[in-house]
């Protein structure tokens, strides 16, 4: 039981370039989540899929798009990427228990666009 | 949308001692408040969680409170060992029609000095 895996580790690009992070989880969750963590600025949320088929706008969805490819894998996508996107890109997903809605998170990509 | 606003920023206590981090948020209808732990380099990590139907919920040396009426929730963090040291944030969760969002505070740096 991987847990949430994320692809790739590190990624280097260039302004303008584009690529997509990969995500998948093997606890059979509903819901997947796109984050962005920068320096001060906590976990900031990009997109989110509720279920299968489905995708929400989060607080910072500009310049991402997201696809939630099955229930296992939900990628986020930079289309033209800026330097403001480096950052730090986690995923997670959701659990429901009767007592919590727990969020467990990938390891992480770590991006740097120059 | 729901804000929540972490304190303090930073935050060094002596090996033994207690820390305690206080979140507020603005949403009347969140009600679900997980706290994660963060090394450096790592995940967030789920350390403790508080539903807002309960007030209090410990977990050996880690606690945490709620008050609903006036909208803030704290971790206390008891005889507090070098391993504590880490950052630490506090989320809150609302249910909605197109799934539930996280939203995180900013984090808080604890250092735990030997």
């Known amino acids: ?114 | 949308g729901e804000n929540v606003e972490q304190h303090p920023s930073t935050l060094s206590v002596q090996e033994g001692d207690s820390a305690v981090i206080k979140c507020t948020y603005s949403d009347s209808a969140s009600n679900y408040f997980p706290w994660y732990k963060q090394e450096l380099g790592k995940r967030p990590q789920l350390i403790i969680d508080i539903r807002s139907n309960v007030g209090e919920k410990k977990d050996q040396r880690i606690a945490v409170t709620l008050n609903k009426t006036a909208k803030h929730f704290s971790l206390h963090i008891t005889e507090t060992q070098p391993e504590d040291s880490a950052v630490y944030f506090c989320a809150a969760s609302a249910p909605s029609n197109t799934g539930n969002q996280f939203y995180f505070g900013t984090g808080t740096s604890l250092t735990v000095i030997p």
């Open chain 1, 1 to 114: 039981n991987a847990g949430v895996t994320q692809t790739p580790k590190f990624q280097v690009l260039k302004t303008g370039q584009s690529m997509t992070l990969q995500c998948a989880q093997d606890m059979n969750h509903n819901s997947m989540y796109w984050y962005r963590q920068d320096p001060g600025m906590g976990l900031r949320l990009i997109y989110y899929s509720a279920s299968e088929g489905t995708t929400d706008k989060g607080e910072v969805p500009n310049g991402y798009n997201v696809s939630r490819l099955n229930k296992r894998e939900f990628s986020l996508r930079l289309e033209s990427a800026a330097p403001s996107q480096t950052s730090v890109y986690f995923c997670a997903s959701r659990s429901y228990r009767a007592r919590g809605e727990t969020q467990y998170f990938g390891p992480g990509t770590r991006l740097l666009v120059l």
